[in-house]
């Protein structure tokens, strides 16, 4: 079991950077793979950014590659998404989540998930 918590998120203006943390618990954090989703008001919870169980590999959304960065420190057990030049369209409700195995961008693979933190990006 393993027990995810979000924080970081905020409300920021077009162009800005946020860095979301999620703080991991429980059994054995650094043996999962990690991802983090985000999900808008009115629409499904989309994949945005994946990391290997240690850091060695990285995947990324295309609307937001080259923008943000996924990174994670396993001596901590914390996740880390690093969110720059920020925009409206990234307005949502960010999900940190674990997962074992399965495609890396599919939510339903991730069997542990944090409550959220909300990101309001502001024109």
């Known amino acids: 079991q393993v027990q995810l918590v979000e924080s970081g998120g905020g409300l920021v203006q077009a162009g800005d950077s946020l860095r979301l943390s999620c703080a991991a618990s429980g059994h054995n954090f650094d043996t999962y793979s990690a991802g983090w989703f985000r999900q808008a008001l009115g629409k499904e919870r989309e994949f945005v950014a994946f990391?290997?169980?240690?850091?060695?590999?990285?995947n990324y959304a295309d609307s937001v590659k080259d923008r943000f960065t996924i990174s994670r420190d396993n001596a901590k057990n914390t996740l880390f998404l690093q969110m720059n030049s920020l925009k409206p369209d990234d307005t949502a409700v960010y999900y940190c989540?674990?997962?074992?195995?399965?495609?890396?961008?599919?939510?339903?693979?991730?069997?542990?998930w944090g409550q959220g933190t909300q990101v309001t990006v502001s024109s």
């Open positions: 990391i290997t169980w240690n850091g060695g590999s990285t």
């Open positions: 989540a674990a997962r074992s195995s399965g495609s890396y961008y599919d939510a339903l693979t991730y069997a542990y």
